[in-house]
């Protein structure tokens, strides 16, 4: 079988049926099931333990207003470091290394968050796109800069991340394919 090193970030199928779903459903076994009891076993209290980790980690930082935000962040980083730890069993596929995957993340965050700041803070948010002290001449044509920018930022930054991780990916094939032929 002659494959190249970037089969390694096609999605594997079995039977026509992709395995991301399994991969991307798998997690959710890990998490803690409904009970009549706040905490039932051991394993339960360290997930409970771990996810309250993460939110005062992730809500320390913020104001009073900022914690209505701690379910979806909380929910975002726990669904990553499983996903991403899935990535470390053999033979398996890690979903974050998709262009799609990562731009479906960060697409409705960055939205919400832009139309968050417009709403709370319109002036503060549209003082972003014209810096203090620009030439009057220079106004249109700076305005029309920082948009685009604003607006292709979730783009540059879901494949600059998808970049790094294929790149990471790729240097341990490369090291191991090496290895194998020594």
């Keep these: 079988m002659n494959m190249s090193f970037f089969d390694q970030f096609s999605s594997p199928s079995f039977l026509g049926i992709p395995l991301i779903l399994i991969s991307m459903t798998f997690p959710a076994l890990l998490l803690p099931s409904l009970d009549n009891r706040w905490i039932t076993n051991r394993l339960s209290t360290l997930q409970l333990w771990f996810i309250n980790l993460i939110t005062k980690q992730l809500m320390t930082p913020l104001?009073?207003?900022?914690?209505?935000?701690?379910?979806?962040?909380?929910?975002?980083?726990?669904?990553?470091?499983?996903?991403?730890?899935?990535?470390?069993?053999?033979?398996?596929?890690?979903p974050t290394t998709q262009l799609s995957m990562n731009l479906a993340l960060a697409f409705p965050l960055w939205l919400a968050t832009l139309l968050t700041g417009?709403?709370?803070?319109?002036?503060?948010?549209?003082?972003?796109?014209?810096?203090?002290?620009?030439?009057?001449?220079?106004?249109?044509?700076?305005?029309?800069?920082?948009?685009?920018?604003?607006?292709?930022?979730?783009?540059?930054?879901?494949?600059?991340?998808?970049?790094?991780?294929?790149a990471g990916h790729l240097l341990i094939q490369l090291i191991s394919t090496a290895t194998t032929a020594l």
Excluded: C
């Design 63 to 94: 104001d009073k207003k900022g914690h209505k935000w701690a379910l979806i962040l909380t929910s975002l980083m726990v669904f990553l470091l499983l996903i991403n730890l899935l990535g470390l069993l053999p033979y398996t596929f890690t």
């Design 118 to 166: 417009l709403r709370n803070q319109p002036s503060a948010s549209l003082a972003h796109l014209l810096p203090e002290g620009t030439p009057t001449l220079l106004i249109p044509a700076l305005i029309l800069i920082e948009t685009t920018s604003l607006l292709i930022r979730p783009l540059a930054l879901g494949v600059r991340l998808t970049a790094n991780l294929t």
